[in-house]
């Protein structure tokens, strides 16, 4: 998924498999294995010393142990001191997601957690879900108010310049001056990312953007939201001419919701709700085929053949879509807004 | 380059790697592993779990080993045996490429050849290069009539629908009846498929392609021809409302010229050709810039440095080319001809 995106984007990639499995783990059969650390040190060596490890971007994703995040971490470090010892700091820049979990519910060995943590100081964007950003944050978020909490905790303990937490549901109350933006954002049918790139004393620039939640679980949108941010915000950085910064940060004058953080967002949100939604409509038709259909077998069976197909249903169609990456659709209620808590001025 | 060429052609990809490099071997230094018979098993297994195996198209292309053609072969078999069994004997097709070596040279273990003649009577589609096709035909090639003999033997000793042959370079004098055609297929600066689908009595159906060479070595571009051939071959095999007949054989009364394998062909070498043309041209400012610039070391390391710098150069710009491929230039001059050999009449 990452790869293809990237690809899609006009990248050049070097993808080193962090898991190398038949198919996603969804289905709930698959076979294959985890990669070792030895075996991703020793490819990024095979690139080194090749020359091939002048990249612009580090994206790292899910990372089957606290070895591996390491690991990871071993190969962001050297990439950003080269570009540092280059006096060239913008010249890499380290997207990293780290895969954890997800609501409420750690799916990854326990002590992946501290070994994100020491990454932070590293990265220069983030892009937790919101049980992540928690467990990353030390700060339980349950309203705009806590979330900024969580995301000023980032920038400040480790100079995070860019969080962006993704697949955020607030709670119906609970946000301390509840607009009507707000209950949209918490409404059911409603996902929000909230983002922030922090200012040169380490303040939060927070926007929000708000988009409609479809009533399925897709596998591999983490990974295709990550690898368009990579592109995106590249291109967003360009624009503003930031890549000769280090972490390409934006001058404090910059409102949160003109930050190229918030304008790669909304193009890659309104990419992925185009591809979603027509995958969606293609998971109803498989839905609708499979209840008209005569199945034999047991009761355990024939649930088991129903899951398989309908996960097979729910695979994100991102191959038949690409032209919804290349060109997003314009969307204006994918428009990032800048979030005023209460007591700041508009 | 497989698994993109594929993608960007709309095609979802099951990718199961025989190899996993850190690059490829033209640069001389890597890293990484082949992968074995059972982990390419394991995850075919997988994949079957799943109810994943409902493949319209297979591509195999290099095996480091025999074992692991065998094992590749099985999985060819079982999908071609699956297809035949529900009764839809066009459902599945495989394009086989044989990648044992080139310019008379083998480069793979020797037990893999008659490992290759075993698999070719369930191939639907093969992709030798000129010295492969002599290795699989025990038939020396030299010009178009032992090109149309090597050619008639895979047809008939193991009924292979269809043969295209690449990277051919055929000696000035030679061809039977040397006409101006043949004359610039010839030349140095050009480079010829021929291509063949057999007629129901098992007589080949020759046609040719003639290509400008470019004067450099690219890596993958074997990959990339087999991948675009995937896509491009359905795409005509279905316009000729051929998909429901095993092999997607064409009637007999269609000329060679006109078969949905050439036509295929045209728009993959047109591709293939603009997205070259591009990388030679990055490739010869790269070799400039080179050489203009000071390289201290000895002059063994100054040349190592400069074949990884040049290698690197010659990476074929297939992601930065892809609406090339979405959109094969129309070249007038990659249009396929019927082959005529002496006593044929035109």
Chains 1, 2 share one sequence.
Not at 60 to 77: N, T
Request: include cysteine; proline fraction near 5%; charged fraction near 25%.
């Amino acid at each position: 998924m990452a790869t293809f995106c990237m690809q899609t984007l006009g990248c050049e990639v070097s993808a080193i498999n962090t898991v190398n499995y038949s198919n996603h783990v969804a289905y709930k059969r698959f076979s294959g294995r985890k990669s070792t650390p030895e075996e991703v040190a020793s490819l990024y060596a095979g690139l080194k010393n090749a020359r091939l490890n002048d990249f612009d971007v580090m994206l790292s994703g899910y990372c089957p142990s606290a070895a591996l995040v390491e690991e990871v971490g071993k190969i962001g470090r050297e990439l950003r001191s080269n570009a540092t010892s280059k006096g060239k700091p913008g010249s890499f820049f380290w997207v990293l997601d780290p895969v954890m979990g997800d609501n409420g519910r750690i799916y990854v060995a326990e002590d992946t957690v501290p070994m994100y943590k020491n990454l932070l100081e590293d990265a220069d964007l983030i892009l937790p879900n919101q049980f992540e950003a928690e467990l990353l944050s030390d700060v339980k978020i349950s309203d705009l108010h806590s979330m900024h909490a969580a995301i000023e905790s980032l920038h400040t303990k480790h100079q995070l310049p860019h969080v962006l937490v993704t697949s955020i549901r607030l709670p119906p109350s609970g946000s301390a001056t509840p607009s009507s933006e707000e209950q949209d954002l918490s409404a059911t049918a409603k996902l929000s990312v909230v983002g922030s790139t922090r200012t040169s004393d380490n303040k939060p620039r927070l926007f929000r953007i708000t988009v409609p939640s479809l009533p399925i679980f897709f596998s591999g949108t983490g990974d295709m939201f990550a690898a368009l941010m990579v592109s995106r915000l590249r291109q967003a950085a360009a624009e503003a001419h930031l890549l000769e910064k280090r972490s390409w940060l934006s001058p404090d004058e910059v409102a949160p919701k003109d930050l190229p953080l918030a304008k790669a967002a909304e193009k890659v949100l309104a990419s992925m709700h185009a591809v979603l939604k027509d995958t969606a409509e293609r998971y109803e038709k498989e839905a609708q085929a499979w209840e008209s259909e005569k199945h034999d077998g047991s009761e355990e069976e024939v649930e088991t053949l129903r899951h398989l197909r309908l996960t097979k249903a729910a695979e994100v169609r991102v191959v038949r879509g690409a032209k919804w990456l290349r060109e997003p659709p314009v969307m204006q209620e994918f428009e990032a807004r800048t979030v005023f808590l209460n007591g700041e001025g508009r």
